[in-house]
Every structure is written in structure tokens, then in C-alpha cells.
């Protein structure tokens, strides 16, 4: 059995490298911004920013108090399924889309918003498969009970 679960990349870098591409993209292509006037998007902002930022720290709470990692390339030591892990089997990577958001709308960036679901595939496929072959063999019937019982995203 493996250690860790063998991320192709960190995480934040694959949402980052998401933002990125997309802000690039808007440059490149001359996308036109998103129409939202400035008090909506502001507004949107910040409900989105926050949100994804007390997604995460729920979350990395919650890994601290079970004693184990939050970074899924260090092996993990316990099975958090409580609290924010009661509705989510990914927290973290569902505050880090919400932050992706966030930037997308912050900046007006179509780029960014079109590269949201991308980098959720990607994060879907390549961090998060991998994670749950790495967990279930290292819990076993617990974690296959828990997949059963919470949804991955919402």
C-alpha cells in the first residue's frame, strides 16, 4: 500500500494554475468581462471569498483536531468525518472552487469562470480518485461506509 495518495500536483497550485490560465485567457482572447455592475460583483465577491475561506478553515479545523495532515500528499493518520465532513467528503477543495469563483468574479474574468470546471475535473479525476483508492485501502470498510453516507461535493 502507498503512504500517500499520490497527488499529481498540490491542490491550491491546480486552482491557482486554474485562475491563472483564465486570467491569461482574458488577456489573449480580449474576453469581454463579466457584466456585473461593481456593488454585485463586489457583493458576490465577498459572499463567495468568505464562504470558501470558513469552508476550508471548518475543515483544516477539523483535521487538527483528528491529529492528521491536511495536505494529501503527507500520509494521513485518521478519518475525519465529523463536523463540515458530516456534509462533504471534500471541503477543502469545495472552498478552494469557491475562492476560484470568487477570483473569477473579483476580477471580472470570463477566463477564469469558463476555467472553473476544468479545474474542478481536474481536482475530481486526478487529486480526489486518487485520495479515495489511497483512503480506502488505508481504512478499509470505515471509509467505504462513510462514501456511502456523504456526497463528495454537496
Known amino acids: 500500500m502507498t503512504t500517500t495518495a499520490g497527488m ?7 486552482y491557482l494554475a486554474g485562475a491563472a490560465a483564465g486570467l491569461l485567457a482574458d488577456w489573449l482572447l480580449q474576453l469581454d468581462p463579466l457584466p456585473l455592475p ?5 457583493t458576490l465577491f465577498a459572499v463567495l471569498a468568505v464562504a470558501g475561506a470558513a469552508v476550508i478553515a471548518a475543515a483544516l479545523g477539523r483535521f487538527g483536531q ?19 465532513y458530516a456534509r462533504t467528503r471534500n471541503p477543502m477543495y469545495l472552498g478552494m472552487a469557491l475562492l476560484l469563483i470568487a477570483v473569477a468574479v473579483g476580477f471580472a474574468s470570463l477566463g477564469t ?9 481536474v481536482v475530481d479525476r486526478f487529486v480526489i480518485a486518487r485520495e479515495e483508492r489511497y483512503l480506502t485501502g ?15 461535493w454537496l
Do not use: H, N
Open 8 to 14: 499529481i500536483a498540490p491542490p491550491p497550485l491546480i
Open 38 to 42: 461593481g456593488i454585485v460583483r463586489w
Open 66 to 84: 483528528a491529529k492528521t495532515p491536511p495536505e494529501p500528499w503527507k500520509p494521513t493518520t485518521a478519518l475525519a468525518t465529523d463536523g463540515i
Open 113 to 121: 469562470l469558463l476555467m472553473t470546471p476544468l479545474v474542478i475535473l
Open 138 to 152: 488505508l481504512f478499509s470498510a470505515p471509509y467505504s461506509d462513510y462514501r456511502r453516507q456523504v456526497r463528495r
